[in-house]
């Protein structure tokens, strides 16, 4: 396994508003990772033998209206584009590799098990997640029907609800997610998961301003809490330059309108709005409330679904 290239799917947007993360995860995987790497990424497309094909007005290819992202059901269509063979690591564009990749692609897979991925129990997170392709064939539908269903993301999601034993959870922190407190140095993979708060969109925002374009995540940007990790992105991204990366490199040509779920009110997560929700004016019963049931094990509320 060690031999083969690595297999990296990545979800990112199909107008040219994540050039800056695409650009800054190439670079962080290719600094740490030893072997060979191979990066789709994926993106709608009007091509209509692209696997990404969508066609809003003539409701063909990917139904996008329900998702979060421009990329959110692309996850389950990666073991049928590789044949149901070997493994494949997905992640989202908003992703900083701070380890040789080599660890995740090889990480252990119990028999019976389709993904590796992060939690346990209640939680599921396969926002940076490991394949086995040939035993995702046994559970996953097919592409066609998938590709059809605007509600197929939150359907394989709950699936994976009441099946947790086609899910390894890795114990490591190859999905750190807006630092969850953790030193750098304790980060394998940090994920800049909070939409509203992402280090890209100093560089993105005012790109696209000038080009009269908005980006696609529509709801409110707000400085992210971790100063140490916006340093971080910020001296990868002019490492990255240094290297001869250039954002304009991933660019392509723009896909257009798609539907999408609005995130206007978006909240964010609890590792970046808790010192907000602190200083905030909710009450402490509202906030005892939530943790209470957080604590609740086993509560379909607890479950956690990736966006």
Same mark, same amino acid.
């Given at each position: 396994?060690?031999?083969?290239?690595?297999?990296?799917?990545?979800?990112?947007?199909?107008?040219?508003?994540?050039?800056?993360?695409?650009? #800054?995860?190439?670079?962080?995987?290719?600094? $740490?990772?030893?072997?060979?790497?191979?990066?789709?990424?994926?993106?709608?497309?009007?091509?209509?033998? *692209?696997?990404?094909?969508?066609?809003?007005? /003539?409701?063909?290819?990917?139904?996008?209206?329900?998702?979060?992202?421009?990329?959110?059901?692309?996850?389950?269509?990666?073991?049928?584009?590789?044949?149901?063979?070997?493994?494949?690591?997905?992640? +989202?564009? @908003?992703?900083?590799?701070?380890? %040789?990749?080599?660890?995740?692609?090889?990480?252990?897979?119990? !028999?019976?098990?389709?993904?590796?991925?992060?939690?346990?129990?209640?939680?599921?997170?396969?926002?940076?997640?490991?394949?086995?392709?040939?035993?995702?064939?046994?559970?996953?539908?097919?592409?066609? /029907?998938?590709?059809?269903?605007? %509600? !197929?993301?939150?359907?394989?999601?709950?699936?994976?609800?009441?099946?947790?034993?086609?899910? $390894?959870?890795?114990?490591?922190?190859?999905?750190? #997610?807006?630092?969850?407190?953790?030193?750098?140095? /304790?980060?394998?993979?940090? $994920?800049? *998961?909070?939409?509203?708060?992402?280090? &890209?969109? !100093?560089?993105?925002?005012?790109?696209?301003? @000038?080009?009269?374009?908005?980006?696609?995540?529509?709801? %409110?940007?707000?400085?992210?809490?971790?100063? +140490?990790?916006?340093?971080?992105? @910020?001296?990868?991204?002019?490492?990255?330059?240094?290297?001869?990366?250039?954002?304009?490199?991933? !660019?392509?040509?723009?896909?257009?309108?798609?539907?999408?779920? *609005?995130?206007?009110?978006?909240?964010?997560?609890?590792?970046?709005?808790?010192?907000?929700?602190?200083?905030? &004016?909710?009450?402490?019963? &509202?906030?005892?409330?939530?943790?209470?049931?957080?604590?609740?094990?086993?509560?379909? @509320? +607890?479950?956690?679904?990736?966006?």
């Amino acid at each position: 396994m060690e031999q083969e290239a690595i297999k990296v799917f990545v979800g990112c947007d199909p107008n040219n508003c994540d050039l800056e993360q695409m650009m #800054v995860l190439d670079y962080s995987i290719r600094k $740490h990772t030893k072997h060979d790497v191979e990066i789709v990424w994926m993106q709608l497309s009007h091509d209509e033998n *692209s696997a990404w094909f969508s066609n809003p007005k /003539q409701q063909q290819g990917w139904h996008t209206e329900k998702w979060a992202t421009p990329f959110s059901g692309f996850r389950w269509a990666i073991p049928e584009y590789c044949g149901f063979k070997g493994r494949a690591i997905y992640m +989202d564009a @908003d992703v900083l590799v701070l380890c %040789d990749l080599a660890e995740l692609w090889n990480h252990p897979m119990a !028999a019976g098990t389709m993904v590796v991925g992060k939690g346990g129990g209640q939680v599921a997170r396969l926002c940076t997640c490991v394949w086995d392709c040939q035993e995702a064939k046994n559970h996953l539908p097919p592409l066609a /029907q998938m590709k059809q269903d605007p %509600d !197929a993301h939150q359907k394989m999601m709950q699936v994976l609800q009441k099946n947790p034993q086609w899910v $390894h959870y890795y114990q490591d922190t190859y999905n750190c #997610v807006d630092g969850e407190g953790l030193d750098i140095k /304790q980060i394998k993979i940090l $994920h800049y *998961s909070d939409m509203g708060t992402q280090f &890209s969109h !100093a560089y993105s925002l005012p790109r696209l301003r @000038d080009a009269g374009m908005s980006h696609w995540f529509d709801g %409110d940007i707000l400085p992210h809490p971790r100063q +140490d990790l916006s340093a971080l992105f @910020d001296e990868y991204y002019q490492a990255a330059v240094d290297a001869g990366y250039r954002p304009e490199n991933y !660019a392509v040509r723009p896909f257009g309108v798609f539907p999408k779920a *609005s995130q206007v009110g978006y909240t964010g997560n609890g590792v970046t709005r808790q010192q907000q929700e602190e200083g905030s &004016s909710k009450s402490w019963l &509202s906030r005892s409330w939530k943790k209470m049931k957080s604590g609740l094990k086993g509560s379909k @509320d +607890d479950f956690s679904l990736d966006r």
